[in-house]
């Protein structure tokens, strides 16, 4: 059984400010670029059964950077559609919903085919994946390139727990982690690697 290498794309603008960032592409920072390169040595001189990623532009531009070859693009590695609080911060949604929580509370609709997601919906995804990826596990090592909760979400799943407790896994960007197994059962080998 292989491992399963979940890699962060690099900085954007919306990331270093903290805004919630879905379907806006946002192209990588100058220093996102740089993050996205300096990964090269944690994932190059490996053989990938399967090399996927979200088909948006921070992250497809990340693989490339980081040189993982043969990266497929595949919709369901997209980050979580966050509906109405798309480009906002949680320090400004916390000024007129002081408890609100992704993680419990979901979000808002946003403009039309941006309805938003729950953690529920974005745990099917991560399920549709995992399935899509058991045969080249079986192989050996794969690797995702995607976004922080999408792969937040995907870990919890991975682990067997609700897609809510995505929310026990933080991850920065430009990262590398790995789900491997022990004793037949998946576990966390490392998490939030960086050179």
């Known amino acids: 059984m292989g491992d399963l ?3 962060r794309h690099g900085e954007t603008e ?3 400010s903290g805004q919630h960032t879905s379907w806006t592409d946002l192209p990588l920072t100058g220093q996102g670029e740089e993050q996205a390169k300096s990964l090269a040595p944690l994932l190059t001189g490996r ?4 090399a996927l990623s979200s088909p948006l532009s921070r992250a497809l531009r ?3 950077l980081a040189g993982i070859p043969g990266v ?3 919709p369901d590695l997209h980050e979580w559609d966050y509906g109405g609080y798309e480009g906002i911060t949680t320090v400004e949604i916390h000024r007129t919903r002081p408890d609100w929580d992704l993680w419990t509370d979901g979000v808002p609709p946003g403009p039309e085919g941006h309805p938003g997601e729950s953690p529920d919906r974005i745990g099917a995804r991560a399920d549709r994946v995992l399935a899509r990826v058991a045969p080249a596990l079986a192989e050996g090592d794969v690797v ?3 976004h922080a909760h999408f792969l937040r979400v995907l870990t919890a799943r991975r682990l067997g727990l609700p897609p809510a407790d995505g929310r026990l896994f933080q991850l920065a960007t430009a990262t590398v982690s790995r789900l491997s197994t ?3 059962r998946p576990v966390i080998a490392e998490w939030n690697l960086r050179p």
């Open 5 to 7: 290498l979940l890699v």
């Open 14 to 16: 919306w990331s270093r």
């Open 47 to 50: 053989t990938y059964a399967r």
């Open 62 to 64: 990340t693989a490339e």
């Open 72 to 74: 497929e693009p595949d």
């Open 144 to 146: 995702l390139v995607a």
């Open 182 to 184: 022990e004793h037949g």
